[in-house]
């Protein structure tokens, strides 16, 4: 049965820090593409960061590059969104996703990612 299970949401100050984690009851190596993607009421859902897991080859939403940083722990079967200079436009519901390469890439395209998380929250006050 596959799943992920995001925690690590929470409140902060604007200016603060937060790392979600995301853990799979599968062998992260198993999927080619995980990602970090956001979701404000009313909005459709958009991506914030994507990892290849064959070369590691990170994608960041222009909106988050060089404040956020994804990364992996494969022994562990985690990933993790490390969120830095947090701002208050960054509070919305975060899920972790696992997908499918598309040009040799993992876009920040949902649709291209097919197993979800349940969400963590983030607030920025």
């Known amino acids: 049965d596959v799943q992920l299970v995001e925690s690590g949401g929470g409140a902060v100050q604007a200016g603060g820090s937060l790392r979600p984690s995301c853990v799979a009851s599968?062998?992260?190596?198993?999927?080619?593409?995980m990602g970090w993607f956001r979701q404000a009421p009313g909005k459709d859902r958009e991506g914030v960061a994507t990892?290849?897991?064959?070369?590691?080859?990170?994608n960041y939403a222009d909106s988050v590059k060089g404040r956020f940083t994804i990364s992996r722990d494969t022994a562990k079967n985690t990933m993790y969104l490390q969120m830095n200079s947090l701002k208050p436009e960054d509070t919305v519901i975060y899920y972790c996703?696992?997908?499918?390469?598309?040009?040799?890439?993992?876009?920040?395209?949902?649709?291209?990612?097919?197993?979800w998380g349940q969400g963590t929250q983030v607030t920025v006050s």
């Open positions: 996703a696992t997908g499918q390469v598309y040009q040799g890439a993992c876009p920040l395209a949902p649709v291209l990612f097919d197993y």
């Open positions: 599968f062998d992260i190596d198993s999927t080619p593409c």
């Open positions: 990892i290849s897991t064959r070369d590691s080859e990170t």
